[in-house]
Every structure is written in structure tokens, then in C-alpha cells.
């Protein structure tokens, strides 16, 4: 089983309202990642960060942000939640190398009313 | 076009079956190649890895087809355990966002 979680699992929240979604992982990597996945539909990559200090944005545009102060923490903050932002909110991490497999985490719902 | 494109399903089979899941990807330029499984409502987690000379690992067999920009996924003799989503994963050479999925192709294995 892949070392990393995500919290909350399940978020359900009213509008305006500022959230973080918790990823950690306990696997010494680099590489981290955000994908943001609506039902029976792809993955989209919102952000990903190389390391410390290194955050870049994905192919999906997102109202969210994120950060990297230390190399096992990566969260996920929205300043002012909306229903548009109803979604599953996946985490990944990777070592460093072309081919290395990404592990997820078991993905935060999160429903904004 | 989508970058990676799959079937959607659903495949629905019987034990036993032999199913065969396509994806074709459209930039020449992609480099690694993966098939991901994603059971419902949970995380993706990897499958197997694609190599150019095919690779086999117990009742899957996957293939790639650098000419046709094609990746298949073959599954003998399928179990009940096998129902989930089958996700095709490119990486193109020098980008920076890692991996692009596809949208994945539904089996249902009926017993």
C-alpha cells in the first residue's frame, strides 16, 4: 500500500467558505501532484510541485493554490469555495525519473453548496 | 482530439472471458507508457507498465505500437475481481506535467 493520505476524505461545505485539503506522504519523494476528477470522467492535472518551494500549475486551470514548505506536505487551498468546485480531489506522489509510477491518495469529495 | 483517447465501455463479460481494451495517443512525441486501474469511487493505481516489446505479467498482456500511436491492454481469462476502470497513461518526452490520462474504458466482469 502506497504512504499517502488525504484529509478530509469527505467535504461538504457552503459557499465563500476558505477550505484545505491535506496530502502527505511518508515516502521521501520529490514529486507531488494535484488531479482533479469529476465522475466517470479523466484525470486533470491541476498542479504539481518538483520539491520544496516548487509549485507549478497543470494543464486544468484552477481557482486553487497550493504550496510546498516541506517535502512530504503538498495542501490544497481554496480561498472562497464555490459549487463549481464540486469535485473528487485526488493527491499523487512520485520519485524522481521518467518512468517512476505515481502513487494516490484515496482522494478528498468535496461538495460545495 | 483528446491527447488519449479510449473506449469508454462499458465491456460487460463473463468469467473467463478474454477482453482487449485499445488506446491510441496523438503526440508522436510521448514517451512512456502506462495502464492504470481505478476500481469505483477509489484512487488509480498502476497496473503495468508498457514497454516497446510488449510485456506480459500473469493474465495481462500489454502492447504498444509506436507506428499507429497504439497501446493495448489484454486481460485472459478475466476474474470477478477484475470489474473496475482500465486507465490509459502517456508521458511525452520533456513535459514538465508528468502524465496525461485517458478517461478510461469500464469492465464489468458478470459471473
Known amino acids: 500500500e502506497a504512504d499517502i493520505y488525504q484529509t478530509p476524505r469527505y467535504l461538504v461545505i457552503g459557499t465563500g467558505k476558505k477550505i484545505t485539503l491535506e496530502c502527505s506522504q511518508t515516502?521521501?519523494?520529490?514529486?507531488m501532484y494535484w488531479y482533479q476528477q469529476d465522475p466517470g470522467m479523466e484525470l486533470h492535472l491541476i498542479h504539481y510541485s518538483y520539491g520544496v518551494n516548487s509549485t507549478e500549475k497543470g494543464d486544468l486551470s484552477s481557482e486553487s493554490t497550493v504550496s510546498r514548505i516541506r517535502t512530504e506536505h503538498f495542501p490544497l487551498t481554496l480561498e472562497s469555495a464555490r459549487p463549481s468546485h464540486t469535485s473528487q480531489y485526488l493527491c499523487?506522489?512520485?520519485?524522481?525519473?521518467?518512468?517512476?509510477?505515481?502513487?494516490f491518495g484515496p482522494g478528498t469529495r468535496l461538495t460545495v453548496l | 482530439r483528446k491527447e488519449v483517447e479510449q473506449d469508454p465501455g462499458p465491456f460487460n463479460v463473463p468469467e473467463g472471458a478474454t477482453v482487449a481494451f485499445n488506446c491510441t495517443y496523438s503526440?508522436?512525441?510521448?514517451?512512456?507508457f502506462f495502464w492504470y486501474r481505478q476500481d469505483c469511487r477509489k484512487e488509480p493505481k498502476l497496473l503495468m507498465s508498457?514497454?516497446?516489446s510488449g510485456n506480459e505479467d500473469g493474465r495481462f498482456t500489454a502492447q504498444l505500437n509506436r507506428a499507429s500511436q497504439y497501446i493495448s491492454l489484454l486481460i485472459r481469462d478475466s476474474k470477478l475481481s477484475d470489474s473496475a476502470t482500465y486507465l490509459c497513461v502517456v508521458r511525452v518526452s520533456g513535459s514538465a506535467r508528468q502524465l496525461t490520462f485517458g478517461s478510461g474504458t469500464q469492465l464489468t466482469v458478470l459471473p
Open positions: 499523487a506522489s512520485s520519485e524522481i525519473g521518467a518512468a517512476n509510477e505515481q502513487f
Open positions: 515516502m521521501g519523494h520529490d514529486k
Open positions: 503526440n508522436s512525441a510521448s514517451q512512456s
Open positions: 508498457v514497454y516497446s
